[in-house]
């Protein structure tokens, strides 16, 4: 069993930067590729960015690709999503999720484990 706490959410200005955190209990965090989602009030979860076991490789969404940057620390077991020139339509809830495959992976439903979120509210 994994469990994953997210951290790191807050109202920021359009424009402001947040940092997000998700600190991963297994200690076979290493193994496990790990990607953040966001939730929108009345839409459906959607990928943001994921990172593989070892942190070679990323992926992003087309929404986010330049703004937003995951990585990963396995000595401390945390992944991290660090947010730049934010817009507010990247309000949502952020969650964390972890798969036991190793390599990148883009889809809600290839994921194992998942944090309970952290809210992110951008204001215009």
């Known amino acids: 069993q994994v469990q994953l706490v997210e951290s790191g959410g807050g109202l920021v200005q359009a424009g402001g930067s947040l940092r997000l955190s998700c600190a991963a209990s297994?200690?076979?965090?290493?193994?496990?590729?790990m990607g953040w989602f966001r939730q929108a009030p009345g839409k459906e979860r959607e990928f943001v960015a994921a990172?593989?076991?070892?942190?070679?490789?990323?992926s992003y969404a087309d929404s986010v690709k330049g703004r937003f940057t995951i990585s990963r620390d396995i000595a401390n077991n945390t992944v991290y999503l660090q947010m730049n020139s934010l817009k507010p339509e990247d309000t949502a809830v952020y969650y964390c999720?972890?798969?036991?495959?190793?390599?990148?992976?883009?889809?809600?439903?290839?994921?194992?484990?998942w944090g309970q979120g952290t809210q992110v509210t951008v204001s215009s």
């Open positions: 999720a972890a798969s036991i495959y190793p390599y990148v992976r883009v889809g809600v439903h290839e994921y194992e484990y």
């Open positions: 297994a200690r076979t965090f290493s193994s496990y590729a």
């Open positions: 990172i593989n076991w070892s942190g070679s490789r990323t």
